[in-house]
């Protein structure tokens, strides 16, 4: 890993900085306009409830991307896993080694944790992370559609 790049698990200071990644993220995606999480929402859930963890890349210093993830479970398996909801790295800085220094931190940790995967997902049309994924060895599941239920939709099948 170069000696420019840092990978720290965030902290409470930075959540302005993840709240400003994830806008970015949606803005790379064509998302922005479905982004509603607010710096509360991620105080809450990363550092309260500790729902997901964040990783943060730094070059030089500067914070320039990030990886949140969050534990899953295999059946299958039988070892937890990890899945990774958003990996990036903001466009000047892609190609530096950056997006591998996460998910190599990423893959420690579950290492360390006895994970038996880790798991995500990425957009179709996107090839360059495509491209990226499969450079670390990562293999689609082409055989599998995801499947989601949220908002309106998901209040009512609780009540139905």
Not at 4 to 20: G, H, M, N, Q
Not at 102 to 130: F, M, Y
Request: with cysteine; hydrophobic share 45%; aromatic share 12%.
């Amino acid at each position: 890993m170069s000696q420019c790049i840092t990978i720290r698990p965030a902290v409470e200071a930075d959540v302005p900085l993840i709240v400003r990644l994830i806008r970015a993220l949606a803005e790379y995606e064509h998302l922005l306009d479905r982004v509603k999480v607010t710096e509360a929402d991620l105080l809450r859930c990363l550092f309260r409830e500790r729902v997901a963890e964040t990783l943060i890349a730094e070059w030089k210093g500067e914070a320039v991307g990030f990886a949140l993830f969050f534990q899953t479970f295999s059946t299958f398996v039988g070892k937890p896993g990890l899945y990774i909801e958003d990996l990036f790295v903001l466009p000047a800085f892609r190609g530096r080694g950056l997006g591998k220094a996460l998910v190599k931190e990423a893959a420690a940790i579950a290492t360390e944790r006895d994970c038996g995967r880790i798991e995500w997902s990425c957009l179709d049309w996107n090839e360059p992370s495509i491209r990226f994924y499969r450079s670390l060895g990562a293999q689609p599941l082409e055989e599998w559609t995801m499947y989601r239920v949220a908002g309106d939709d998901m209040r009512k099948l609780a009540e139905w």
